[in-house]
């Protein structure tokens, strides 16, 4: 099992800068992905940014060159970082922090945070 706490929402105004955070610990060994997630009032949780293992990262065309996601090993935990930059109103939306482990058996597990509040005001 994996937990997963994000911190680091807020109001922020338009152009401004956030710096989101996700605690990943228990069995944080065998993390492969971790990635953000985001979902607006009345829209489909979308992909945000992804980090592999290996810190191969990918990102939302809406994104692209403004948020950049990191991760930090350490010891007992995990650490899941997105830089956001010149915020927008569209950026608005509940961030969630997610990763994917693979089990014993070779299949992958899912795991989520409870999600965190990014709100953008024009």
């Known amino acids: 099992q994996v937990q997963l706490v994000e911190s680091g929402g807020g109001l922020v105004q338009a152009g401004g800068s956030l710096r989101l955070s996700c605690a990943a610990s228990?069995?944080?060994?065998?993390?492969?992905?971790m990635a953000w997630h985001r979902q607006a009032p009345g829209k489909q949780r979308e992909p945000v940014a992804v980090?592999?293992?290996?810190?191969?990262?990918?990102?939302a065309d809406s994104v692209k060159g403004r948020f950049t996601i990191s991760r930090d090993n350490a010891k007992n935990t995990v650490y899941l970082y997105l830089q956001m930059n010149s915020l927008e109103p569209e950026d608005t939306a509940v961030y969630y922090c997610?990763?994917?482990?693979?089990?014993?058996?070779?299949?992958?597990?899912?795991?989520w945070g409870q999600g965190t509040q990014v709100t953008v005001s024009s």
């Open positions: 997610g990763a994917a482990r693979t089990t014993a058996w070779g299949t992958q597990d899912n795991y």
């Open positions: 228990g069995s944080i060994f065998s993390i492969n992905a």
């Open positions: 980090i592999t293992s290996g810190g191969s990262t990918n990102y």
